[in-house]
């Protein structure tokens, strides 16, 4: 199977940030470690907390399926740094926005100098215009690119 790149972990980590304690995102879910949504049955098991290490362990979990959606949505190849930028997406925003998007569309059919604004269209978070996902989408897009 195909992964992200170390480049592209580190994009997801910047703009995800390192929270050792759970905390409402701004879409209104609990999380914790590098976005790492808290299910019910985890509530428990992060009550206390969690290390850097088992954020990264976390992060390298929950990144396999965000690959494995975009290996699974993406039917066109791909560079390293579409494939990281997809992935970054996806993490962020679930599989079902990539697989719903424009994005999706206009990457399948090889309409690569469109995609980055395909990117700049997912910015809302809890019905609102959030700087921190401009950023990461316009990095995103800056990414898919080169």
């Known amino acids: 199977m195909r992964h992200i ?3 592209g972990l580190n994009l997801i980590k910047r703009f995800e940030g390192l929270s050792t304690n759970t ?4 879409a209104g879910y609990p999380t914790i470690g590098y976005g790492h949504v808290v299910k019910e049955h ?3 098991q992060f009550k206390n907390g ?7 362990d976390l992060l ?3 990144v396999q399926e965000a690959e494995r959606a975009v290996l699974r949505l993406i039917t066109v190849p791909l560079t390293e740094n579409q494939f990281d930028a997809l992935v970054s997406f996806t993490y962020n925003l679930g599989s079902g926005a990539l697989q ?4 999706r ?3 399948n059919r090889e309409e690569h100098a469109d995609a980055p604004a395909e990117f700049i269209k997912w910015v809302c978070a809890g019905g609102r215009k959030l700087e921190g996902l401009i950023k990461r989408r316009e990095a995103e897009a800056e990414l898919y690119l080169i």
């Open 5 to 7: 790149t170390n480049e």
């Open 105 to 107: 569309w206009k990457v």
């Open 42 to 44: 985890e509530i428990e």
């Open 100 to 103: 719903r998007s424009t994005l």
């Open 60 to 62: 390298r979990h929950d």
């Open 50 to 56: 969690i290390t850097e290490s088992q954020a990264k």
């Open 23 to 26: 905390y409402i995102c701004p």
